[in-house]
Structures are given as structure tokens and as C-alpha cells.
């Protein structure tokens, strides 16, 4: 049964900061991996998808990695602003349709 | 190009009680899945449906049930509630068969609190 946990459960820096928010994941044999940002009480926004065979991908500020073998993905967060505080979630995708998320990581971004 | 939508966006029941929750898909979009969120945890993936079709199940019990219809909307229903399923519920549209990674794009949600 896969599982995805993600530290830290939550996160406080001062505007500026880059970060980095991990995830790792028990079964390698996934299809993807996803990032996706959740305002509070409001549904998620998809920031990045790595497919299985990709290393990286790259949006603005936001740069997540994969490492299939050692069921790592890293989200890093360059010059960190307010408007980034929320919660992070990463999720793969595996056999059966389904996405497996992790608990999530509570980002506040302190101006 | 119009986004996922869900309603309603909040509803309150009490134990014993049935509901249904509703959500269009993405324009374009074939598959539906469902989410459980409850308070501070990730979403649980509940089931999904493509072509009309269950097309994969997570570990929820029989009294979670949906449908998917002609036009890819889909209700998620269930019956005998309980106080756990007090949780947010997402519902997620995504082309299927694209090879792109069929990224998921989720509605905002229903929040169902269950007295």
C-alpha cells in the first residue's frame, strides 16, 4: 500500500526565504507526481506534474524534483512571498486510477 | 473553457441521513474522481468513474456510492451517514488517454458537516 508522508507538517519564514518542502513516498512504481497548493477551505490548484521518467519541473518561482528510486520529490520555493502561504500537498499517482496524497505541509510566509 | 464546479458548497445533515453532492467536469474531461478531506489531513481518494463506468475504488465502504452521467457530471451519494464523514469533498475531472500525465483539476469543494 503506498504511502506519502511529508515533512515539515508546517513551515513559518520570513518574506524572502527560499524553501524546500520534502516528500517521500514507499512504492516507486508510480506513474506521476503532482504538487498542488490548498487555500484554506478551498479545493486544490495544480502547481507542477512530474511524469515518472522526468527528474524536474520548473514554473516561475517553483521548482519540484523527482528521484523515483529513493521516493523523494523536493518542491523548492525561491524568494518566498506572503501570497505563498497556504498548505502544499504532493501526491502520486499509481496503479488503480487513484492519486496518494501526503498529510500536507502548512506554509506562513511572514512579511 | 470552463473549470470544475461543485454544489453545494456546504450542507449540514445529521446521523442516519442520506446526501448527494454534484460536480461538473472540466469541458472536455471523461473521468471523475472523488476525494474525502477530513480536517488537517490530505484528501482520501473514494472512487472513479470513467465513461460511466467505476474505474477504481479506494478503501470506503459499499454506502459510498456514485454515477457518471452521459455528460460527464457525476454525483457522489451517501447513505447512513456518520459522524466521520464530516470532511470536505473534493471532486476532480481529468482527460483520460492523453498521455500527458492526466493531471487532475479539482473543484472547490463541498463541506459536509454531519451532526
Known amino acids: 500500500k503506498q504511502e506519502v508522508t511529508q515533512i515539515p507538517a508546517a513551515l513559518s519564514v520570513p518574506e524572502g526565504e527560499n524553501l524546500v518542502l520534502n516528500c517521500s513516498f514507499t512504492d516507486s512504481a508510480i506513474y506521476n507526481l503532482q504538487w498542488f497548493r490548498q487555500d484554506p477551505g478551498k479545493g486544490l490548484t495544480s502547481l507542477l506534474l512530474?511524469?515518472?521518467?522526468?527528474r524536474e519541473q520548473t514554473s516561475g518561482r517553483l521548482n519540484a524534483s523527482l528521484d523515483k528510486s529513493s521516493g523523494r520529490s523536493t518542491l523548492y520555493i525561491a524568494a518566498s512571498q506572503p501570497g505563498d502561504s497556504a498548505t502544499y500537498l504532493c501526491a502520486v499517482k499509481g496503479a488503480g486510477n487513484m492519486l496518494t496524497f501526503g498529510g500536507g505541509t502548512r506554509l506562513m510566509v511572514k512579511p | 473553457e470552463t473549470g470544475v464546479t461543485q454544489s453545494p458548497t456546504h450542507l449540514i445533515k445529521t446521523r442516519g441521513q442520506q446526501v448527494t453532492l454534484r460536480c461538473s467536469s472540466q469541458?472536455?474531461?471523461?473521468?471523475v474522481s472523488w476525494y474525502q478531506q477530513a480536517l488537517g489531513q490530505g484528501p482520501q481518494f473514494i472512487f472513479q468513474?470513467?465513461?460511466?463506468?467505476?474505474?477504481g475504488r479506494g478503501n470506503f465502504p459499499p454506502r459510498f456510492s456514485g454515477l457518471q452521467f452521459p455528460n460527464y457530471s457525476s454525483e457522489l451519494n451517501v447513505n447512513a451517514l456518520e459522524l466521520d464523514d464530516s470532511a470536505l469533498y473534493l471532486c476532480?475531472?481529468?482527460?483520460?488517454?492523453?498521455?500527458?500525465?492526466?493531471?487532475?483539476?479539482f473543484g472547490p469543494g463541498t463541506r459536509l458537516l454531519v451532526l
Open positions: 468513474y470513467y465513461r460511466e463506468e467505476e474505474n
Open positions: 469541458s472536455g474531461h471523461n473521468t
Open positions: 476532480a475531472s481529468s482527460l483520460a488517454g492523453t498521455g500527458a500525465g492526466e493531471t487532475q483539476y
Open positions: 512530474i511524469q515518472s521518467s522526468q
